[in-house]
């Protein structure tokens, strides 16, 4: 991979870590999230209300898209509705140029600000939206296009983002369904992880207290870079996986899960991207995971689980073999303590939390737990601070 697409990537990586620091028990989310921002193919979120899915693809808008500039097109980093049987159309795609249309200019739409001129879009309970905004939609998710008055334009749009509360089974819907190559289970936090939505959960309610309600991040890359892993997929050498995609996909379709032959297509492109979220142009067999998230409905993510088990590596970001000791540790935590008071920008502050989290993640899983609960209520309290003072 040559260094302009390195460069991009570890870009990405650092969008990757904030997140990831920032929201608990979200990782494969935003994995996902991350890979269907390069393959700009969109992403399904299914669960209950509540459990972090519009301020999560939010700031994963201003992340990845620079500020809205006042260009000619007048493109949006980032837009989000609402969506309920009444919705009309002019509250997504904009309201009608009554005075265009006075002056005989005829029908079009002011897009500007709008979903047509979005990079990202969230759509919040998506299976509402009725036949006027689902059959515009389809063309915008499929093909990028937009028809304005006749006219067809085409939209900017990397990534779109939809939620629901609950599956639809209804036959209309499965056109619009079929788009989402994708479904992810948001769920709310277990027990295990109520510790760590306690503490960043209050720290970002006093971060929107202190802001208005709002929290806003900068940029750490764009949709131009975000186009250009985008454009990297036809350098990707898919030979390794040609076997095992195929024989998937049959065994997959054998248990009874459609997959249509568009999505069949799309989820060669997720594996593709998969592997440029991993700085390589080959994709391996670990690419594959992306087949995890392709069930209609939720009682299928066990038996894609079980095909997929044997193909993939049981590696986790962390996971010792041996126990360091407590000296060591020890010494690791001082070192935070001290790189803390020295933060620079929100990349060296996602670098910091992510090691943070990895050296938690240890300290959960020592063999001491008694010995290092000093370390780990220590390490919680450094992270708390630092999360304060930002």
């Not at 990831?20 to 890979?35: C, G, N, R």
Request: aromatic share 6%; with cysteine; glycine share 4%.
């Amino acid at each position: 991979m040559r260094q302009e697409l390195k460069n991009v990537v570890s870009d990405l990586d650092d969008v990757v870590n904030l997140l990831q620091s920032s929201f608990v028990a979200k990782d494969e989310i935003i994995e996902m999230l991350a890979i269907s921002a390069i393959a700009q193919e969109h992403l399904l979120l299914a669960g209950p209300p509540g459990t972090g899915k519009s301020e999560l693809i939010k700031r994963f808008a201003q992340l990845c898209t620079a500020p809205e500039a006042a260009d000619e097109d007048h493109n949006t980093p980032y837009f989000e509705y609402l969506l309920t049987r009444f919705t009309e159309p002019n509250e997504i795609f904009g309201p009608v140029d009554i005075k265009a249309f006075r002056d005989g200019s005829g029908y079009h739409r002011i897009c500007a600000g709008m979903l047509p001129r979005a990079e990202v879009v969230f759509l919040d309970e998506i299976f509402k939206a009725n036949s006027a905004i689902l059959n515009a939609l389809l063309t915008v998710l499929n093909e990028r296009t937009f028809y304005n008055g006749g006219r067809l334009e085409p939209v900017p749009l990397l990534l779109l983002v939809g939620a629901t509360n609950e599956m639809s089974e209804d036959p209309d819907l499965a056109a619009l369904y079929d788009r989402f190559p994708l479904r992810l289970w948001s769920e709310n936090v277990s027990d295990s992880h109520f510790d760590r939505l306690f503490l960043r959960g209050w720290q970002q309610e006093c971060l929107k207290i202190r802001e208005g309600h709002q929290i806003n991040l900068s940029n750490i890359t764009d949709s131009k870079a975000l186009r250009l892993l985008h454009q990297s997929l036809n350098e990707v050498d898919f030979k390794a996986v040609n076997q095992p995609y195929r024989e998937l996909i049959r065994r997959i379709r054998a248990e009874g899960i459609v997959i249509s032959d568009r999505r069949l297509v799309k989820l060669l492109k997720l594996v593709g991207a998969s592997a440029i979220r991993r700085g390589s142009l080959k994709a391996e067999i670990e690419d594959l995971r992306v087949l995890r998230h392709i069930w209609n409905e939720r009682a299928q993510a066990p038996i894609l689980d079980e095909l997929l088990q044997p193909h993939l590596s049981q590696e986790r970001a962390f996971s010792p073999t041996v126990a360091r000791e407590l000296e060591t540790l020890a010494g690791e935590l001082t070192q935070f303590e001290n790189r803390a008071a020295n933060l620079e920008g929100d990349i060296d502050l996602a670098d910091f939390l992510h090691q943070c989290e990895r050296l938690r993640r240890e300290l959960k899983e020592h063999t001491q737990p008694e010995a290092v609960f000093p370390y780990l209520n220590k390490l919680e309290l450094l992270i708390s601070r630092t999360l304060e003072n930002l």
